[in-house]
């Protein structure tokens, strides 16, 4: 037979799937066990807003039509929170079908896109499929300030007239450090305006308000500026798959050329308008994330390990040592963490904040595994 991979675009051939936390089903049918939690994709553990899936409810019958597709009804919910046009959005299946169509959108094989190290996985993979160069810039270094973090002066001096994309992740996944306003900012208004910028907000929810680096604010002082945001996170909504971005209208427009006219699915699209509207559900899934936090951070202190300050619904926990046989481990009892040794990171483990009770749980573990 003929290697059909060598048949692939060479950007295909060459890049690194995406690799997923294991799916509970998965692990009950490989060991057996039952009462498992799965602290691997950053999910909300108190489920989604009751609102949301009410909606949902209220229009299940009606799935033989086509989703509206230019979501009017979403749009206009996001143009009111965000205080933005309804035509400087876009509407994705998942924030990941978002950052897919802007590389699509605007890299060719001649241009290059920035990101930095342990960041988000996707960014290397949407560069590298439409044949573009990925330009990965080493992180900083564990003994900084922004342990793991962007390097934001060496992504500048990367920056070349060749690119037409920067991606930056804040706060960032998988370390869930964060940059502050005044890095930011700072760091946007050095990029040439013929550079997108490309923000990835996914977890912003989870800061405090006053705490919050909100990059939308500046949309109208950066024309080059594109935020992106997720209804996987806080709200709860990983499995409907829905996100967004916001940009000016004229970056809008060229996104939604190439997105599939109904990307977003009818109970995606109503969910997430009520989900908007669920105030008391999101205040909740923050408490709990703080609660949470803290009881996995002082797991780790008693157990001296250490960990990137979190501004996200996980933790990245460095073991200081092969981080394989701990996931394994854990495994066993019943606890599904995210090895991510896929990002050069073989000590470290990700781990999802639970609910307190799960936490408690992840505690007795990780005593057993690592005391
Ligand atoms: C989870 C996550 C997303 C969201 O992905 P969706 O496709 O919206 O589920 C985007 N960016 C980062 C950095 C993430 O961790």
């Known amino acids: 037979m003929i290697d059909y991979k060598l048949l692939a675009a060479k950007g295909v051939q060459k890049l690194s799937p995406y690799i997923p936390g294991k799916p509970i089903s998965e692990l009950e049918r490989e060991m057996g066990i039952s009462n498992i939690i799965k602290l691997a994709s950053n999910e909300n553990p108190l489920g989604s807003s009751p609102l949301a899936i009410k ?12 989703p509206d597709g230019n979501g009017f009804a979403l749009k206009k919910a996001l143009a009111a929170k965000h205080n933005v046009d309804m035509d400087c959005i876009t509407l994705g299946n998942g924030s990941n079908d978002v950052l897919v169509l802007l590389a699509e959108a605007f890299l060719t094989p001649e241009l290059n896109g920035v990101y930095s190290q342990y960041s988000f996985a996707v960014y290397p993979i949407a560069i590298q499929a439409v044949g573009a160069v990925h330009k990965q810039i080493p992180a900083l270094s564990w003994e900084t300030d922004s342990p793991l973090g962007h390097d934001l002066d060496a992504m500048l001096k990367a920056i070349d007239d060749k690119t037409r994309i920067v991606f930056i992740a804040n706060p960032n996944n998988p370390t869930g450090n964060h940059l502050s306003e005044k890095e930011l900012k700072g760091f946007i208004a050095q990029v040439p305006e013929d550079v997108i910028v490309v923000v990835d907000e996914a977890y912003l929810e989870y800061s405090n308000a006053d705490e919050q680096v909100d990059a939308s604010k500046w949309l109208n002082e950066f024309p080059n500026l594109v935020v992106t ?3 996987s996170k806080a709200y709860g909504l990983a499995g409907l798959r829905v996100g967004y971005a916001l940009s000016n ?5 060229v996104i939604n050329r190439i997105r599939q006219p109904f990307n977003v699915n009818s109970l995606a699209l109503i969910a997430a308008e009520h989900a908007i509207a669920d105030k008391e559900f999101l205040a909740k899934s923050l408490q709990e994330n703080a609660q949470g936090l803290k009881i996995l951070a002082q797991t780790c202190n008693n157990l001296n390990l250490r960990f ?7 933790l990245l926990i460095d073991f200081q040592q092969d981080a394989a046989p701990i996931y394994m481990e854990l495994l066993k009892r019943g606890i599904i963490t995210r090895p991510v040794a896929n990002y050069g990171l073989t000590d470290a483990l990700r781990i999802t904040i639970g609910t307190q009770e799960q936490m408690q749980r992840l505690d007795k573990a990780m005593e057993q595994v690592c005391g």
């Open 249 to 253: 209208s004229d970056i809008a427009n």
């Open 308 to 314: 990137v300050p979190s501004k996200g619904n996980f």
């Open 229 to 231: 945001r997720t209804f």
């Open 55 to 66: 909606a949902m409810q209220d229009v299940i019958g009606e799935i033989e039509l086509y």
